[in-house]
């Protein structure tokens, strides 16, 4: 069976010919890990929405899983698992009861529900609370929960819209092992949506970069780096007398960068490479440093360069993002 998704054309009006998303074109390939990227408002939880028949679109077409999501919707929504903003967990139930309660409800026989939802919490780390009701969970543990839940008919495609949102430091890099592991091992197409475009850059075979309801850029994170983002060198003088003289140095290895307000930065393909030399012609300038460091290129410039604000910032005026239903902060 096709795991991929097929794009052509996608977009959705709301009121006032508004459009949240805006003629969408992609293809993600079996078992890749495919994020979409951008800042709240710009159309990726409505994409998803569509994708999983749970929003129909105004124009275009998809394919999850081989079936077209308007007209066969039932068929994908039985291969695929979807973990959305706002996890559909009662808080009176505990893990086990959501796990056997879930897979009844897509069919599992009774002698393989309560080995699946075992299986399961086990990998999510949530065994040892499992008998808890919900209302006493983390945010955390909710959403590895609402993950669990996800994948208990073993989907072929599986949605993660911000999966993230919200956690420490060390739930987040426990969902990225577990989705890294169902894309390499299982063979789990994933689509993700985050606004942390280091989640995307640690995790995606490729990306695409949302703004305003469109695709701006689509490809690897690794070309999209090495195309539109530059590392930097920044230095900070020890003295108020050596800044003349960084400044001067600095200048024949790039154009200026950000810097922080003591320092003084300029961009340079493959910094660390050219350290060696920029730390000879300061020596060779006299040029005393208190500190210097390399800044390596990350998405955030590439979405810069493209979108000319960062992903934290809301494209859309209020009227649009009441309409659009933007992306919750999750508890």
């Given at each position: 069976?096709?795991?991929?998704?097929?794009?052509?054309?996608?977009?959705?009006?709301?009121?006032?010919?508004?459009?949240?998303?805006?003629?969408?074109?992609?293809?993600?390939?079996?078992?890749?890990?495919?994020?979409?990227?951008?800042?709240?408002?710009?159309?990726?939880s409505t994409t998803v929405l569509m994708l999983t028949t749970l929003l129909p679109p105004t124009e275009g077409s998809a394919r999850?899983?081989?079936?077209?999501?308007?007209?066969h919707a039932a068929a994908v929504r039985g291969v695929i698992g979807a973990a959305l903003q706002q996890a559909a967990l009662d808080p009176h139930l505990t893990a086990r009861e959501h796990m056997r309660f879930q897979a009844a409800l897509h069919g599992l026989p009774k002698a393989r529900r309560v080995a699946r939802g075992e299986e399961l919490l086990e990998r999510v780390g949530l065994q040892e609370v499992a008998n808890r009701k919900v209302s006493g969970y983390s945010g955390g543990m909710k959403r590895?929960?609402?993950?669990?839940?996800?994948?208990?008919?073993?989907?072929?495609?599986?949605?993660?819209?911000?999966?993230?949102?919200?956690?420490?430091?060390?739930?987040?890099?426990?969902?990225?092992?577990?989705?890294?592991?169902?894309a390499k091992e299982e063979g789990v197409t994933v689509f993700l949506t985050t606004q942390?475009?280091?989640?995307?850059?640690?995790?995606?075979?490729?990306?695409?970069?949302?703004?305003?309801?469109r695709i701006v850029v689509m490809d690897t994170p690794s070309r999209l780096k090495a195309q539109y983002a530059a590392s930097s060198i920044e230095v900070i003088p020890r003295t108020p007398e050596d800044r003349r003289a960084v400044i001067d140095v600095l200048a024949r290895f790039g154009p200026p960068a950000p810097a922080s307000a003591a320092g003084i930065a300029v961009l340079i393909p493959d910094a660390a490479r050219q350290l060696a030399a920029v730390v000879r012609a300061l020596d060779d300038a006299g040029a005393d440093v208190a500190d210097l460091h390399v800044r390596s290129a990350?998405?955030?410039?590439?979405?810069?360069?493209?979108?000319?604000r960062s992903t934290q910032s809301d494209p859309f005026p209020a009227a649009l993002t009441a309409a659009n239903q933007p992306d919750p902060v999750l508890a």
């Open positions: 069976m096709y795991n991929g998704i097929e794009v052509a054309g996608l977009a959705r009006e709301f009121g006032r010919k508004v459009r949240a998303v805006d003629g969408i074109d992609l293809c993600v390939e079996p078992g890749e890990i495919f994020g979409f990227l951008g800042p709240n408002g710009a159309g990726k999850v899983g081989g079936f077209d999501v308007v007209t590895r929960l609402d993950l669990a839940m996800a994948l208990v008919h073993e989907p072929r495609v599986l949605f993660l819209d911000e999966p993230t949102t919200g956690l420490d430091v060390r739930s987040r890099t426990d969902l990225w092992d577990e989705v890294t592991r169902l942390y475009l280091e989640e995307a850059d640690v995790l995606a075979d490729r990306v695409a970069i949302v703004d305003r309801g990350s998405l955030d410039d590439v979405f810069l360069a493209h979108t000319g």
